[in-house]
């Protein structure tokens, strides 16, 4: 009776702070994140406010949920995790395909040193901005399009993380990415594999396979 009457009213900030801090306790600290930044900035910042009003609540649990247009806002622990295999940096650049809600952009934004997100939808790359701008990131350069291509296939990064799923490895974004750099991408049909690509000093490409994901395909043109 209780549980349903508290369920019937609003949570107030604090709600929310409390669901965010057992997600980050349950869900991030609770498996294998361990970088200290990461962990903080996914205290911090309030994951409820990119999700659509009705699902407020639901925006702490372990899970991803849909954002419109059919695509997603990923599961808290697949935003942390694929964060800290980037090797987070604030002297680094980073280039995102996938804005989406703006979430992961947001956690991005307060680990490196600048963001170029690209979002093929732009109403979603519209929200995502004017609630970004709202929260006072100053670092974010926004992009509508195919990410494969924009912000331009000259321009190389330190960080690359694809937030939507093609079938098989683009060859063309291991040339987007500086030497040292990493890149972190789910490659695959319905189930994908979360594969870490690693640049090293000379050039040469790596790849690892990490663990099986399910992010909603990577569109083209
Ligand atoms: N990181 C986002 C994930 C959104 S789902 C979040 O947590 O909210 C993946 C997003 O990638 C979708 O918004 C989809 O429209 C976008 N997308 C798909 N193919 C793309 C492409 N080729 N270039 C840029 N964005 C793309």
């Known amino acids: ?17 409390r669901a965010r ?26 994951r409820h406010l990119f999700v659509e009003e009705n699902q407020r609540r639901e925006a702490y649990d372990d899970n991803p949920l849909p ?22 940096s604030k002297d680094k650049t ?10 992961q952009t947001a ?13 093929f939808v732009e109403q979603l790359s519209k929200s995502a901005r004017i609630l970004l701008d709202r929260m006072g990131y100053t670092n974010i350069t926004y992009h509508v ?14 960080a690359i993380i694809v937030t939507a799923a093609p079938e098989t490895f683009p060859q063309t974004l291991a040339e987007r990415l500086n030497p040292g750099g990493r ?22 490409v790596s790849f690892k396979t990490l663990y099986p994901v399910r992010f909603v395909p990577l569109r083209s043109d």
């Open 145 to 158: 399009g195919d990410g494969l291509v924009i912000p331009g296939p000259d321009i190389k990064f330190d």
């Open 107 to 119: 956690v991005l934004a307060e680990l490196f040193a600048c963001i170029d997100t690209v979002e």
């Open 67 to 88: 954002i419109g247009y059919g695509q997603t806002i990923s599961q808290p622990y697949v935003v942390a995790s694929m964060t800290e295999h980037l090797i987070p």
């Open 94 to 103: 980073v280039l995102e395909i996938g804005t989406g809600s703006g979430y």
């Open 1 to 17: 009776m209780m549980g349903l009457f508290s369920k019937s009213k609003d949570w107030t900030d604090e709600d929310f702070r």
């Open 183 to 204: 890149l972190i991408i789910p490659v695959g049909g319905s189930v994908q594999d979360l594969e870490l690509v690693s640049k090293d000093p000379k050039g040469g």
């Open 21 to 46: 801090l057992n997600m980050v306790n349950n869900q991030i600290v609770g498996r294998d994140v361990k970088n200290p930044e990461v962990i903080e900035a996914m205290e911090r910042i309030p």
